[in-house]
């Protein structure tokens, strides 16, 4: 690449930069980036992966439509490997932390914990059959939950602001996140100096993931304006949140405009999850994060504006995480969650 006067910096700046901005050698409405950055570094090192193989399913022009044998054999190696690579480890290491300390009647019960956390079936037929690469977003976020349940809150900062940096759905789990390790901070010693260590952490990472789009405000913007289809409308016609629900009675999107809608699932949005970050503040927990991590999830599921179907993806992994946390007989929890997780799938 220097031979053609072109360094990686130059050449990974004009691709980011072409992910957001429409030209020529690229078609917005056909393979727009619409995640934030970590996404697209990702897609990168996918694509090399891609052309050391299979030169013709990575090509600019002609590969649009492009399907053989090898190519989507690649494309699932590619999601595999992230699975291997990022979402099997974080749920190895939740599954220890976790159950390190807990009564032998919980360990006895491990494999089906595992198991309810890695065969998820809407991981491999949502996430997994149309490549959206989830499963790493979702296991920098395990990873950063099993990093402040072990005390590492500033490695679990730093996880779960790469994971927002993959996919912004991860703002699902955020306001348990903060009200968490708001909480322990105003517990300790020096609660200024900690809330300071933990806000230069995530600025960090942010800058880190963001640098090559830091040179200008328009970049910024332009990924920001990507990240936010609000020209959607409130719902998709196929998620079953309120919005969609009720729109059978209320047509939210003829009665009102876009601008009243994004306040109202607002609104609505964090008086359902304001309840739990009060109780974190007031009274951090480890069980308490985890349920605080279920409540925000759904919050956001059910009211937030322009919810995508993978969605239930975000909601479902707390709730396998919990899945023995309850007091009642375990075989009755497992079940309980085997079928949200089906029901969850066909529905």
């Keep these: 690449m220097r031979r053609r006067g072109i360094g990686w910096r130059s050449l990974l700046i004009f691709l980011l930069w072409n992910g957001i901005s429409n030209s020529t050698s690229n078609d917005l409405s056909y393979w727009g980036l619409d995640y934030p950055p970590l996404t697209a570094y990702q897609s990168y090192f996918h694509g090399l992966f891609l052309r050391f193989f299979d030169p013709e399913s990575v090509a600019l022009f002609t590969s649009r439509g492009y399907e053989t044998y090898i190519g989507k054999l690649l494309m699932r190696w590619t999601v595999l490997s992230s699975d291997a690579l990022i979402f099997f480890p974080a749920i190895f290491y939740f599954v220890y932390v976790y159950h390190t300390g807990h ?8 494999p089906w914990h595992i198991a309810i956390l890695l065969l998820n079936p809407c991981l491999i037929l949502i996430d997994h059959g149309h490549f959206q690469y989830n499963c790493i977003s979702l296991g920098l976020t395990v990873g950063a939950i099993a990093a402040i349940l072990s005390q590492r809150d500033l490695l679990g900062s730093c996880l779960f602001t790469l994971a927002l940096c993959h996919k912004q759905m991860s703002a699902y789990f955020a306001p348990a996140f903060f009200s968490h390790l708001l909480g322990k901070c105003l517990r300790r010693k020096n609660p200024i100096y900690e809330v300071i260590k933990l806000g230069l952490m995530v600025l960090g990472t942010f800058t880190v993931v963001w640098w090559p789009y830091l040179h ?7 990924v920001l304006s990507r990240l936010a289809p609000f020209e959607r409308g409130i719902y998709e016609d196929y998620v079953a949140n309120f919005w969609c629900t009720s729109s059978v009675l209320i047509k939210w999107k003829r009665l009102f405009t876009i601008q009243s809608l994004k306040l109202v699932s607002f609104t609505a949005t964090v008086l359902t999850c304001l309840p739990s970050m009060i109780q974190q503040v007031l009274a951090p927990s480890r069980r308490g994060f985890l349920y605080g991590l279920l409540n925000s999830s759904f919050s956001f599921y059910f ?3 322009q919810v995508h179907e993978k969605s239930i993806l975000l909601p479902l992994l707390p709730a396998s995480l919990l899945a023995l946390e309850e007091s009642r007989p375990f075989r009755v929890v497992r079940t309980e969650c085997l079928v949200f997780n089906v029901s969850s799938c066909v529905s």
């Design 216 to 222: 200008s405000m328009d970049a910024v913007l332009g």
């Design 103 to 110: 009564q032998s009647s919980h360990k006895s019960h491990l």
């Design 303 to 305: 009211f937030s504006f």
